[in-house]
Nanobody, 128 residues
Framework: QVRLVESGGGLVQAGDSLRLSCAAS????????MGWFRQAPGKEREFVAA????????YYGGSVKGRFTISRDNAKNTAYLQMNSLKPEDTVDYYC?????????????????????WGQGTQVTVST
């Protein structure tokens, strides 16, 4: 069974850091791009970051660029999202996703409908 499992969410104060992890299992994700999205209740799913598995090319959403960093460890089949300088408006559920593609365009990275697999989500709460 193919699964994506997020971890690392929690409650922090504004200005703090968190690192989310997305562990993939059930297959080799060497030909997959990995992405992070977030979604607040009643709102559209927002693109956060994506990384191609093979070349490690990265893409970021405008609201997190310069604060968040996506990375991956191919040997561990795991993607990470390092979140620094967290703000209260970063308080939402974060979802990991995988897309079967070695190379993706920026538009493809940002389009959540193109991702084939999704994790269950992890909650991040940033207090003032």
């Amino acid at each position: 069974q193919v699964r994506l499992v997020e971890s690392g969410g929690g409650l922090v104060q504004a200005g703090d850091s968190l690192r989310l992890s997305c562990a993939a299992s059930g297959r080799t994700f060497s030909s997959y791009a990995m992405g992070w999205f977030r979604q607040a209740p009643g709102k559209e799913r927002e693109f956060v970051a994506a990384i191609t598995w093979t070349f490690g090319r990265t893409y970021y959403g405008g609201s997190v660029k310069g604060r968040f960093t996506i990375s991956r460890d191919n040997a561990k089949n795991t993607a990470y999202l390092q979140m620094n300088s967290l703000k209260p408006e970063d308080t939402v559920d974060y979802y990991c996703a995988a897309r079967s593609a070695r190379i993706i365009t920026p538009a493809q990275a940002r389009g959540h409908r193109g991702y084939d697999l999704w994790g269950q989500g992890t909650q991040v709460t940033v207090s003032t």
